[in-house]
């Protein structure tokens, strides 16, 4: 493939026994996203339940027959050798006696893989009846992770970009306050490279608003402002003097119109440069799921027409797009408490407000002594994108 550029004789080995279980399986999940065409893509470790199995996947293909959906089963492990006898046995956890023969098995490890083990694994496969089958070694998982459009995961998890170095700036990223399900949400200006950021410019819409008065106006053409407080505010301006690696560099409260499906623009400018950022929220199957872009300004765009304007770019493969809102929603959903509360489970991603009046954003251990702080691109998000991360 021509996108897949070898690594320099600078590039050192990547240590993916340095990562955190969990960590690996969502490096893994995010170099799958584009593998296929997901319908939904599970963690299903992270889901609580007992597969075999760290991630399902619902591969939809359309053709002459109609559509058909195609289950996928994907395992991690992050171990330094696996021998031809360790494959049979992951096997056979994986698809035992009776159960449902997937379509396609990937099988992720951060070791490489000797030629008896490749072998056996597509021996062993075949003999189940799966059709499409995938061993990513090391240097397999390398060579996805070299390739360009990839560079912002490369930079995510080991702090390394092949496109030089990274720009500082701060982007915005929010949670529910209080309840997976509040009206009101946390919005965070998250740091962003692996330098401070200075001196940025921060205007942040909100496209359903804002498209709410443009088609106000519309229906109005002789007015040249919608009324006062038509869908509520719907932009804001942030000064942010300097932001350091460590952590967020500030928040604000925001309500949106309908939580469930959120759409805004925000336009940065620090002294590293002009960035876009788009984001928007859906929740699906119960379940919130995001998508969010950061690119390089129009004036950058026009001086490097050959490179990628992506800065870093995540959607969770169950991700659904929704329309802007035309009118405001009739529904008020319920004020929630910001704080702890007794005896009550929080979903993720959440976050609340402590004791001391800073603002946690609750998560889950895991059994490696990580912490799960939501779904897919939320549990990147939520963290420090600097480097060494």
């Not at 009846?129 to 998982?141: N, T």
């Not at 490097?304 to 169950?318: G, L």
């Not at 929630?336 to 889950?364: E, M, T």
């Not at 691109?377 to 060494?388: E, S, V």
């Amino acid at each position: 493939m021509t996108d897949k550029p070898k690594p320099t004789k600078t590039t050192n080995p990547l240590h993916f026994e340095d990562l955190e279980s969990h960590r690996f399986e969502d490096l893994i999940r995010q170099l799958a996203q584009d593998f296929r065409s997901w319908d939904k893509l599970e963690p299903t470790g992270k889901l609580g339940g007992d597969e075999a199995y760290d991630a399902r996947g619902i591969e939809v293909v359309t053709g002459t027959s109609g559509r058909e959906e195609r289950l996928w089963q994907i395992q991690c492990k992050r171990e330094k050798s696996i021998t031809p006898k360790k494959i049979a046995a992951y096997l056979e956890e994986m698809i035992p006696s009776g159960a449902t023969v997937p379509h396609g098995v990937i099988l992720a490890a951060a070791c490489d893989f000797s030629k008896k083990a490749r072998d056996v694994f597509r021996d062993e496969l075949r003999r189940r009846g799966v059709r499409e089958f995938y061993l990513w070694g090391k240097a397999d998982i390398e060579d996805l992770l070299y390739r360009p459009k990839n560079d912002h995961l490369l930079y995510a998890y080991f702090g390394i970009s092949l496109q030089g170095e990274r720009p500082g700036l701060v982007f915005v990223i929010g949670v529910p306050l209080g309840d997976n399900k509040s009206p009101e949400w946390i919005m965070m200006l998250n740091h962003y490279g692996p330098n401070p950021a200075y001196n940025c410019q921060v205007n942040f819409y909100d496209k359903d608003r804002k498209n709410i008065e443009h088609e106000w106006l519309v229906k109005h053409p002789h007015n040249p402002f919608p009324p006062p407080g038509l869908a509520g505010q719907s932009q804001l301006h942030l000064h942010i003097p300097e932001a350091d690696p460590p952590g967020p560099a500030t928040n604000f409260r925001w309500t949106p119109l309908d939580p469930d499906r959120q759409h805004y623009s925000v336009s940065i400018t620090c002294r590293d440069g002009i960035f876009e950022e788009s984001w928007e929220v859906t929740r699906v199957d119960g379940i919130l799921r995001t998508r969010i872009s950061i690119e390089h300004g129009p004036d950058w765009k026009e001086k490097n027409p050959n490179s990628d304007p992506v800065v870093f770019a995540c959607s969770d493969p169950e991700f659904v797009p929704t329309p802007l809102a035309s009118e405001i929603p009739s529904a008020k959903l319920q004020a929630v408490h910001p704080g702890w509360k007794p005896n009550y489970r929080l979903d993720l991603p959440v976050a609340i407000i402590d004791s001391n009046g800073n603002i946690q954003v609750a998560g889950v251990k895991l059994p490696d002594g990580g912490i799960n702080r939501g779904f897919g691109c939320w549990n990147i998000l939520t963290r420090h994108l600097g480097g060494g991360m």
